[in-house]
Nanobody, 128 residues
């Protein structure tokens, strides 16, 4: 089975940067794409960013667009989320997820239910 392991979380001051990683084991990335989600304290899980494997197209939530960058390293079976200009509201547990199958038509990257495999999460805390 494919397993996803997040790492790189930690404590950072507001305005700082942090990069979290998601490493896949069990197989190489061969699904439709991968997304990052986060769950702030007391809130529901929300979409952060995603990348489509076929062409590398990226998608971002409005709240992080211009500050966060999702990227991949196929040789390492790893996806990264570079987070810059961090704010206190970015504090959350960050999860990576894989969508395996290609959609029939369009795909809603924001919908967590459309992803198949999830990591355990990594805590990111932004202090002010």
């Amino acid at each position: 089975q494919v397993q996803l392991v997040e790492s790189g979380g930690g404590l950072v001051q507001a305005g700082g940067s942090l990069r979290v990683s998601c490493a896949a084991s069990g197989r190489t990335f061969s699904g439709y794409g991968m997304g990052w989600f986060r769950q702030p304290p007391g809130k529901e899980r929300e979409f952060v960013a995603a990348i489509r494997w076929s062409d590398g197209n990226t998608y971002y939530a409005n709240s992080v667009k211009g500050r966060f960058t999702i990227s991949r390293d196929n040789a390492k079976n790893t996806v990264y989320l570079q987070m810059n200009s961090l704010k206190s509201e970015d504090t959350a547990i960050y999860y990576c997820a894989v969508r395996d199958g290609r959609p029939v038509f369009g795909f809603n990257w924001y919908n967590a239910r459309l992803y198949d495999i999830w990591g355990q999460g990594t805590q990111v805390t932004v202090s002010s």
